[in-house]
């Protein structure tokens, strides 16, 4: 019966962010940044702690640098991440989104199909959805680690519409950060912007906006009909 359903769908495909969407993580994140570079003397001013939201680490360098000390550099700044990252590992579970599972579930019985594109590296990828029991509901799983750029490039959005075997204009984009919902606009896909009440982003280039996970299934009928 879904597959019948899904020839008259505008939209046949959802395609996830990670944090700050299925996960509440973003906040995590920040104060990790934060208190990063409190360790090495430095106060980052709040603007640029939130332009870090949504992307790599290169991303982060490129909006922090200015603030760090003169002799760090790319790979310095990768490398002491990381192994300060690695001391505050937490656990995604107990992170979800309210109303993910029972989304992502819905979704699936009405024969959408599914792909997750997120900033964060293929290894955080794989913990979050072995920890969460994402695996089921996805057709795709794609990292941005995997392109030459992650997000604002719209590269992870195309291949995941690829890969879905869908086009662009029949997946819709689930974002909360500024980088990501460029990313899925400039894909030539609708955005769906979960409200980031905790940060300060930029969410307005997003077609929909929602407070919570429970209004996709609404909002994809409206859509669709």
Not at 66 to 87: G, L, N, V
Not at 195 to 217: C, P, T, V, W
Request: net charge neutral; hydrophobic share 40%; proline share 4%.
């Amino acid at each position: 019966m879904a597959d019948r359903i899904d020839r008259y769908k505008r939209i046949k495909a959802v395609i996830f962010d990670l944090d700050g969407v299925l996960v509440d993580t973003e906040v995590i994140y920040v104060k990790r940044m934060e208190e990063f570079y409190k360790t090495h003397g430095i106060m980052l001013p709040k603007k640029a702690l939130n332009a870090t939201v949504g992307g790599t680490l290169d991303v982060s360098w490129k909006k922090l640098k200015a603030h760090s000390p003169k002799e760090w550099d790319i790979e310095f700044f990768r490398k002491t991440y990381r192994e300060y990252a690695a001391t505050r590992e937490f656990c995604y579970k107990e992170h979800l989104n309210e109303g993910a599972m029972e989304v992502l579930k819905a979704l699936k019985r009405q024969g959408y199909l599914m792909a997750l594109a997120s900033s964060t590296p293929m290894e955080r990828l794989n913990r979050a959805m072995d920890e969460c029991n994402l695996k089921p509901y996805f057709t795709s799983v794609l990292s941005g680690e995997m392109f030459v750029e992650s997000k604002p490039n719209p590269e992870i959005y195309l291949k995941s519409a690829e890969l879905l075997g869908f086009p662009p204009s029949e997946c819709i984009v689930v974002e909360d950060s500024h980088y990501g919902i460029q990313s899925g606009k400039r894909a030539g896909m609708k955005v769906i912007a979960k409200r980031e009440m905790k940060l300060e982003i930029d969410q307005s280039n997003a077609d929909y906006f929602i407070h919570g996970l429970r209004e996709i299934i609404p909002l994809l009928e409206e859509i669709n009909s």
